[in-house]
């Protein structure tokens, strides 16, 4: 005997349920310098097992001979942890720099990277390194998966406010 279920049934079915979904809302100050480059920056979790997951690394993508990939290196800790391990650019990773005022990254639960999360201590980290200029890293611990939850820090002179949204 065959059984046909309706599409809408088997995504159902096949879908597992959702860890939770992540946002990061990432500010970069608008710095009153007279020699102004917008901040390479890396973001990642750092598991309490020194796992690293990648999530975000704006730089300069742009010229035929990568230049910008030559300057990776002083986002210090990322390129220890994990970057120089990384071909760049990354499907899905890696995007030019930004521009100062405040940018948002939104995950999902069901997501790449967030999907292989498992259940325990986090740290957020977010590092900013600008030619001409200074090099700052933030760190904001959460719990995954959790209830709703917002943490934060604040930067004083790469970064302003890094804020993490955690929703069940």
């Not at 990648?54 to 290196?73: D, I, M, P, R, S």
Request: charged share 25%.
């Amino acid at each position: 005997m065959r059984i046909i279920l309706p599409a809408a049934l088997v995504g159902l079915i096949a879908t597992p349920a959702l860890a939770g979904d992540m946002a990061v809302k990432i500010q970069l100050p608008d710095l009153q310098v007279a020699e102004y480059h917008k901040p390479y920056v890396a973001v990642w979790i750092e598991g309490s097992d020194k796992s690293v997951t990648n999530l975000a690394v704006w730089y300069e993508v742009k010229g035929k001979e990568a230049k910008g990939n030559k300057w990776l290196k002083d986002l210090r800790q990322w390129w220890r942890k994990s970057g120089r391990e990384l071909a760049m650019p990354a499907d899905g990773l890696s995007s030019a720099t930004r521009a100062p005022g405040e940018h948002t990254l939104d995950f999902s639960g069901s997501n790449a990277p967030l999907k292989d999360l498992k259940p325990g201590q986090y740290t957020l980290v977010v590092e900013a390194a600008r030619e001409a200029g200074g090099r700052e890293v933030l760190k904001v611990p959460f719990t995954w998966p959790a209830a709703t939850a917002n943490a934060g820090a604040k930067g004083s002179t790469e970064l302003g406010a890094v804020t993490l949204a955690v929703k069940p």
